[in-house]
């Protein structure tokens, strides 16, 4: 749903290429004149390993990148931190291009500005969990007691509580990960970057770091930027879903807007099997606007597919009011329920073959 005031940007990559080799502007330049990926590799021995990357990343939003191995995401995430240095193009951060940044600018960057949760968890083994969760701040010259109580702090609030005296290694692997982001959080950064974070979890665990994630940032707001190769992961994170190949966007927007538009093939492919009725809410099929004529009764506009079906008990013939923040915005009727959960491609068959 639309707010009152709009987010601004708060990091743009603009035009980001990146080649991996020792001739990288001599390879960009044929990457430029069209040459692709494969060939690029076998004509010169250079990986390509990202292609004119726009992304806008804005302020409180969680922007989700995602794409299966090999499609540059790692690669993009650790160009907003300079840990990877591009071979063309900017990244801006509220405004300055970091690669004009010294390296006094940068470690300032990412001790204060920017924290990063791995896939690994990246814990110290011989440091307690209240002291990994404290390392940032102690790098920034404070003493243990200012420090703790601020992890201590955000131990609680990840649910370790108690387990400060702990060890890495005593943890369960869920644990661990509640660390690094408690370590993120007590670094107090604007933004969070959150490289594949959950990937190594199992199942049941991970959907709790993904909800205990929305729960957090509905708190705290923070800019955070997630790489995952997962779909369900990304629809369930993402403000803003960036979707990679190759080392080149193949669609971003609203996650709802691309489930329900895909833009290529490749997309079609991904979003084939997901669970659309799960997925999709209410305010993306609806119809805006006043309600005029008998309703069935109200239904809010963030609440998902399933739970209209659900209500419906298999009648097509309801129709509800469209709730946001206690006000009406619109109507939804059972027949655009049933429109959305066929895929755009199978749709279009199917209007094909009543014409015919």
Do not use: C
Request: aromatic share 4%; glycine share 8%; no cysteine.
């Amino acid at each position: 749903m639309s707010t009152a005031t709009s987010p601004r940007i708060k990091v743009a990559i603009r035009d980001l290429y990146k080649i991996f080799g020792p001739r990288q502007h001599e390879a960009l330049a044929k990457v430029r004149a069209g040459m692709g990926k494969t060939e690029l590799q076998k004509t010169t021995h250079h990986v390509l390993g990202l292609q004119g990357i726009n992304v806008d990343i804005m302020e409180g939003r969680i922007t989700v990148i995602m794409g299966l191995s090999g499609s540059g995401k790692s690669t993009l995430i650790r160009h907003l931190n300079r840990l990877i240095e591009p071979t063309a193009g900017e990244v801006l951060v509220e405004g300055e291009n970091i690669l004009t940044w010294n390296e006094t600018r940068l470690r300032q960057l990412r001790r204060e500005k920017m924290s990063m949760v791995f896939q690994k968890f990246a814990l110290l083994p011989h440091r307690t969990v209240l002291e990994n969760a404290g390392t940032a701040l102690a790098t920034r010259g404070q003493n243990r007691k200012e420090w703790a109580p601020e992890a201590e702090r955000w131990l609680r609030r990840v649910g370790l509580g108690g387990n400060g005296h702990q060890y890495p290694h005593e943890l369960s692997g869920g644990m661990q990960q509640r660390v690094g982001i408690a370590r993120a959080l007590t670094s107090n950064s604007d933004i969070m970057l959150m490289d594949e974070a959950f990937s190594a979890l199992d199942p049941l665990i991970r959907t709790d770091m993904q909800d205990l994630l929305i729960e957090l940032q509905g708190e705290l707001k923070k800019t955070i930027v997630f790489i995952t190769h997962d779909l369900d992961e990304a629809l369930k994170l993402a403000d803003h879903l960036v979707i990679l190949k190759d080392g080149q966007i193949v669609q971003q927007g609203e996650p709802q807007h691309i489930l329900l538009n895909p833009a290529a093939a490749y997309i079609e492919n991904f979003v084939a099997d997901i669970n659309r009725a799960r997925v999709l809410r209410v305010r993306s099929v609806m119809e805006t606007g006043p309600v005029t004529g008998a309703v069935d009764g109200e239904i809010e506009a963030d609440a998902n597919l399933e739970s209209v079906i659900a209500r419906a008990r298999g009648a097509l013939t309801p129709r509800y009011r469209v709730m946001h923040d206690g006000k009406t915005v619109g109507m939804l009727e059972m027949a655009m329920v049933m429109r959305a959960l066929v895929p755009r491609e199978a749709s279009g068959a199917a209007e094909a073959m009543a014409e015919g």
